[in-house]
T-cell receptor, first 113, second 112 residues
């Protein structure tokens, strides 16, 4: 099993550009999450999904959109990137809600100039 | 308000000495608590969790954590630290059915 994979690993954008981050998991997990990690702030939840075709807002959803068209994939979109979105983005998945372990991908380091 | 607090940004210990990373929480009801570790340029890895039962929870890599309800704490411990334990450690608490709240993280440095 590859577990949770994320593409790309690194990306540099200019302000106003758009991009999509892809998360894929091969563990048949129902629940998937997108977090951003900033120094001194821990991980903050952007959006999450409780199953194929469903998405919900997390703590910091503004400026991001998500889609879960297939159970194994969870896409995070930035429609018009801003410097404040410079961060490391992590995807995670879990078989059950928050009583269970979340499995994390390796992260995507995004810089917005 | 932050649901989980890690009061120390950094912890430095010598190899072979005990390691403690502190965490306090603030949630209503019975807490579900987790510890994760992040090595450089990697995603988070699960270490251990407390859901119910014994207050002392044993996890991966020789780590354990003690749940203390009266002090609302869930400190991570290791009796004898290794240089390879140097990493960023996150405490997390269940917010609701689907969400965890993470602390800001504590950087652990174990010197040889």
């Amino acid at each position: 099993n590859a577990g949770v994979t994320q593409t790309p690993k690194f990306r540099v954008l200019k302000t106003g550009q758009s991009m999509t981050l892809l998360c894929a998991q091969d563990m048949n997990h129902e629940y998937m999450y997108w977090y951003r990690q900033d120094p001194g702030m821990g991980l903050r939840l952007i959006h999450y999904s409780v199953g194929e075709g469903t998405t919900a807002k997390g703590e910091v959803p503004d400026g991001y959109n998500v889609s879960r068209l297939k159970k194994q994939n969870f896409l995070l979109g930035l429609e018009s990137a801003a410097p404040s979105q410079t961060s490391v983005y992590f995807c995670a998945s879990s078989p059950w809600p928050t009583t269970d372990t979340q499995y994390f991908g390796p992260g995507t380091r995004l810089t917005v100039l | 308000a932050q649901s989980v607090a890690q009061p120390e940004d950094q912890v430095n210990v010598a190899e072979g000495n005990p390691l403690t990373v502190k965490c306090t929480y603030s949630v209503s009801g019975n807490p579900y608590l987790f510890w994760y570790v992040q090595y450089p340029n990697r995603g988070l890895q699960f270490l251990l969790k407390y859901i119910t039962g014994d207050n002392l929870v044993k996890g991966s890599y020789g780590f354990e954590a003690e749940f203390n309800k009266s002090q609302t704490s869930f400190h991570l411990k290791k009796p004898s630290a290794l240089v390879s334990d140097s990493a960023l450690y996150f405490c997390a608490v269940r917010e609701d059915d689907y969400k965890l709240s993470f602390g800001a993280g504590t950087t652990v440095t174990v010197r040889a």
